[in-house]
């Protein structure tokens, strides 16, 4: 009963999340820790936690039996909410639950996860799903713009950081 009260509460949080507008992040909502400066006197924000945040598909190991392009209307993503907990979309449906992670090894225990029931005619959504479940360490490359996933030493799933459009102040 907890599961499904929890799976609910976190479908909803999803819900009023994706409805909401875009707004300014403070530099403690963006969950940054520190600044490096390079030699061009710019800075590079560093995350504390690189994994948290939303990750939209780029490449999906056709071993799985899909590729991205099988993904037509919408791409799969994944939001990070926490150091326990994930949501995102597999291509049709809302997806939530948990997942598992140290150091470089992750864990998605994807036949516990929530999804909402929309029909989507042609998209195989446990194709993307299934890349989950078979991943067991994961990357993020790029200066923190892109997290690779990997099971069995194979690339399963790689993803790009997606940030939100922030409006900046007038004067």
Known sequence: MKKI???GILMAFMGLQ????????????????????????????QPSEPLLGKWQLEYMNPILGKD???????KPY???VDKEKVAG????NNIAGSYESDDRKIHFPTQKFGATRMFCE??????????LAKTTHYAV???GQKLVLNGDDIVMLTFKKI???QELPTQ
């Open 18 to 45: 994706s409805c909401e507008s875009s707004k300014p992040m403070t530099e403690k909502e963006n969950n940054t820790e520190s600044t490096i400066n390079t030699a061009e006197s710019s800075s590079l924000v």
């Open 141 to 143: 490359m790029d200066d």
């Open 89 to 92: 979309n597999n291509g049709c």
């Open 78 to 80: 994944l939001n990070f």
């Open 122 to 131: 042609g998209v195989d959504e446990a194709a993307f799903l299934k890349g």
């Open 68 to 74: 991205i392009n099988h993904y037509k209307i919408q």
């Open 5 to 7: 009260v929890f799976i």
């Open 163 to 165: 940030v939100e459009k």
